[in-house]
């Protein structure tokens, strides 16, 4: 298997672009599987809340604990998507424009997911859509990658706060727990 592996390693066929793709499809996984099996406590959701309505700073959270969700299916929109790009084929679905700027870099990624939760605040998908889309394109909010659940729960707390709003103020916490 070494020997087969290192004769891929110069392989030049991979498209430009492919690797990223690759890499987004494995963050996106990491990501939503925190989504979907990890809860902040709920007295850390609420500490946090009213930090943000008190204009101070967030603080310190404990680490979450494990709450799978094995009812809500799983469709990996990105990752089909991904594949779609590599491979097209005739008839397919329109893909998610949220998803399409996501995959070609487009910052207007963040506003589109934004408006994808504002229809269904719940949507795991949405969810690892923005917190990718931002750390794509707002580099300090990209230790959110590391704690999107808890953003999330921020969000069910506060819904009048714009979730891209809230991610930004939140990356401090975020930062502050590793």
Request: aromatic fraction near 4%; hydrophobic fraction near 45%.
């Amino acid at each position: 298997m070494a020997a087969r592996l290192d004769r891929w390693e110069g392989d030049v066929r991979v498209r430009p672009g492919v690797e990223a793709w690759a890499a987004l499809a494995a963050t996106d996984h990491r990501t939503e599987w925190r989504l979907r099996h990890l809860a902040p406590s709920p007295a850390d959701v609420r500490a946090l809340a009213r930090s943000h309505l008190a204009g101070l700073a967030p603080h310190r959270v404990a680490a979450p604990a494990l709450a799978p969700d094995p009812d809500t299916p799983w469709s990996h929109p990105r990752t089909r998507l991904i594949r779609r790009l590599l491979a097209p084929s005739p008839g397919a679905e329109p893909p998610c424009p949220a998803d399409l700027a996501l995959l070609s870099g487009d910052p207007a990624a963040v506003a589109a997911y934004t408006r994808l939760l504002a229809e269904d605040p719940e949507s795991p998908e949405a969810w690892t859509g923005l917190v990718l889309a931002l750390a794509t394109t707002v580099p300090a909010t990209r230790p959110l990658l590391h704690r999107p659940e808890l953003l999330r729960a921020l969000h069910r707390e506060l819904r009048s706060v714009p979730p891209d709003r809230l991610a930004r103020w939140l990356t401090g916490a975020v930062r502050r727990n590793g």
